[in-house]
């Protein structure tokens, strides 16, 4: 049986980079989707789908909402590993995954050129990996293997 | 045929005027998705919303696609091996919600994957080469990348 991975991303460029990285993992995984809007069901047909509260740090407050949603969404897909390329509602998810003592990932925007972003930075102090893509922003503990563009 | 494409959220009329301004010095047809703000182009029309497979045809017909640096677009061009002018939108002037798209040109510039320009001088210059296409990309991520995710989600399991 294969393993499950859940892949989350804001609607607009994140959830393109997500979908770049995503698919090929498809192959490997049970891919379970996880965005802001309801289209994007849409571009992943056949695959589970969960609407996720957006917001950002100009209605901060709503990240509460969208913690226990997403505590709800990872307690009843019980995914293996979570992977996000952000933005806040990522950042969130992830966060929720670690409480609940998944695998989690942050893999920061590729328009990220010359440092990470403030959420990259936020979820490194937690989360099991960080990616950059990004050569000369690796470090011992951020890893640079390549990026969305291939 | 010039495809210019700005997305589906909000227009983009301070590139739709100076493009505007530039095609009559230009001998091809300028088609134009973009959502209607205050001003009406008179050299070309605006389409407001493109179905996604009559995109795919437009797109693959135009010589030359000048877009906004929405990341979406961006990727299609490169994988659609077409020369690719981004023109950023600027969020202090109100035309998006934050600079990321001062961010992406800047890092496409750096990769040089597109041809990139921030005001009418430099898009006029543009227009009037016979642009290349910089780069090619395929479907997926780096497969460095995404085989370094799978080892660390497999890892320990």
Not at chain 1, 14 to 21: A, T, Y
Not at chain 1, 84 to 92: F, S, W
Not at chain 2, 133 to 152: N, Q, R, T
Request: overall charge positive.
């Amino acid at each position: 049986m294969k393993r499950k991975v859940m892949a989350v991303a804001s609607i607009g460029g994140h959830w393109i980079q997500l979908q770049r990285i995503a698919r090929p993992l498809e192959e490997y995984y049970e891919m379970v989707y996880v965005s802001t809007r309801p289209k994007c069901a849409a571009m992943v047909e056949g695959k589970n789908y969960y609407l996720a509260t957006d917001f950002s740090r100009s209605n901060a407050w709503k990240l509460i909402p969208a913690f226990f949603r997403q505590l709800n969404i990872i307690r009843k897909e019980k995914p293996d590993a979570i992977i996000t390329t952000g933005a806040a509602p990522g950042l969130i998810c992830v966060f929720a995954g670690w409480l609940l003592r998944r695998k989690t990932i942050w893999i920061d925007s590729i328009a990220n050129v010359n440092h990470l972003s403030l959420s990259g930075r936020i979820a490194a102090l937690f989360v099991s990996r960080v990616y950059t893509q990004w050569q000369h922003l690796a470090t011992a503990k951020i890893h640079y293997s390549g990026d969305i563009f291939g | 045929m010039i495809f210019v494409t700005i997305g589906t959220q909000i227009p983009f009329d301070r590139l739709i005027e100076i493009l505007d301004r530039i095609a009559p010095e230009l001998d091809e047809e300028i088609y134009a998705q973009a959502l209607r703000g205050k001003y009406k182009p008179k050299h070309f029309k605006l389409i407001d919303f493109i179905e996604p497979d009559e995109f795919e045809k437009v797109f693959a017909q135009a010589r030359l696609i000048v877009a906004h640096a929405g990341m979406g677009t961006i990727l299609s061009a490169l994988r659609n091996s077409k020369p690719l002018v981004i023109f950023p939108r600027i969020a202090s002037i109100g035309e998006h919600r934050n600079e990321h798209q001062r961010a992406t040109a800047l890092m496409i510039k750096e990769k040089n994957y597109a041809y990139v320009a921030t005001n009418e001088k430099e898009l006029r210059e543009l227009l009037h080469m016979d642009l290349r296409p910089l780069k090619k990309i395929g479907e997926f991520a780096s497969e460095s990348l995404v085989k370094s995710l799978k080892d660390f989600i497999d890892f320990n399991v």
